[in-house]
């Protein structure tokens, strides 16, 4: 693997690479990206292989161009192009009636196809070099912590993988929230950096995502998953105040608290090893941005247990509670 920055020269030698069919991880706003050739389908393989991805899991296709979506595209509604053309780039994907081109690997067969248009320049410039759209699942081993730092990514795939493009800390960092618009009518599939609120001032009502018991058609929607190694256990403030007495090893606990409100108002807090707050002004969006960053650290300092807060669900507070949640499945598994 090699380590590139951000440099034109850079730039130019990872789209180079998608198009001669590698891999190259690429920043994004939302996290960074295990990218290939939408239309090479030996490339795309490798994506599944480096991953370790089950192979029903399709994957979004990302543009660097609005017209780039015809040739993914077979029916782009009008309700669809609305959402476009308002929210794009941006970190909101849409599922949309595919075209017979797009390789069924790239969409498990289904026939309908994920589109993003990222808002971040870095990965825009890449697929503009490449000459081709990019088809890219985050850049974690499946199942896992998706990465917002190329540092991440260079520890879980680094042996996997040909390029990785070194952006920095991903701005948004949590995944785009994926809309089904092939749909009789729109229907989150899963929460992320797109506020629903604002989708729903576009197009009106919008489906709420099934029960994760209920459908697999989007892994997202898998319930363990993005989980970290250490056990996590979510809970409103209150309970995990009054679960202080029941922890048994202090030193490998970590706290993950919404704001510095919830450490000032849990007595006791101190005498354990790590308290991480997401955002000391409880602004949703430094929550979210430092979520992932978090959960990555903290498995590699020895931490084996993980008290979240579940955070208001206004926002992109109904992401970050959606990925705690997915996060503490295993760990709700054993507590039943
Ligand atoms: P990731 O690439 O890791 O951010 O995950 C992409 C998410 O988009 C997964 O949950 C996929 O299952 C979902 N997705 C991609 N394509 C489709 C599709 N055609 N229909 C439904 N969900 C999709
Ligand atoms: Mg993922």
Redesign the pocket.
């Known amino acids: 693997m090699e380590l590139l920055d951000s440099s034109d020269k850079s730039l130019k030698l990872a789209g180079q690479a998608i198009a001669a069919g590698k891999l190259v991880v690429i920043p994004t706003e ?2 960074y ?1 295990l990218g290939a050739d939408a239309f090479n389908p030996d490339a795309v393989a490798r994506v599944f292989e480096a991953k370790r991805r089950p192979s029903f ?4 296709v990302h543009i660097a161009r609005l017209d780039q979506i015809d040739r993914l595209v077979s029916k782009f509604t009008s309700k669809a192009r609305l959402l476009a053309e308002n929210l794009w780039p941006g970190p909101l ?1 849409l ?1 949309l009636p ?1 075209r017979s081109e797009v390789p069924g690997i790239v ?2 067969g ?1 026939d ?3 589109v993003r248009f990222p808002s971040q320049v870095l990965a825009r410039k890449i697929i503009e070099y490449s000459g081709t759209v990019v088809a ?3 850049a974690n081993p499946f199942g896992y912590v ?1 990465p917002t730092t190329a540092h991440h990514v260079a520890r879980s795939l680094g042996d996997r993988v040909d390029f990785i493009v070194d952006g920095g800390a991903c701005e948004v960092g949590l ?2 929230s ?1 809309l ?1 618009m ?1 749909g009789p009518a729109p229907r989150l ?2 929460p992320g950096g797109m506020p629903l609120e604002r989708i729903q001032e576009l197009i009106g009502e919008v489906l709420l995502p099934q029960a994760p018991e209920k459908v697999v ?5 898998l319930p363990s998953h993005y989980a970290p190694h250490a056990k996590l256990y979510l809970m409103e403030r209150k309970k995990l105040h009054s679960a202080f007495g029941m922890i048994k090893n202090p030193d490998t606990t970590a706290f993950i608290l919404f704001n510095a409100e919830a450490r000032d108002e849990m007595t006791g807090i101190e005498s354990f090893g790590k308290v991480e707050i997401l955002s000391d002004k409880g602004d949703m969006r430094e929550a979210a941005s430092r979520l992932f960053a978090l959960l990555n650290e903290l498995d590699t300092q020895g931490i084996e247990s993980i008290y979240a807060e579940r955070v208001p669900d206004l926002g992109l507070g109904r992401a970050i509670n959606d990925r705690l949640s997915r996060a503490s499945y295993k760990a709700k598994l054993r507590l039943d």
């Open positions: 939302t996290v990206g899991d399709p994957l979004i994907t599922v595919k969409t498990s289904l309908t196809v994920a890219a699942p985050s998706s995944e785009s994926v089904d092939a599939l899963r058609t989007s892994p997202g929607q």
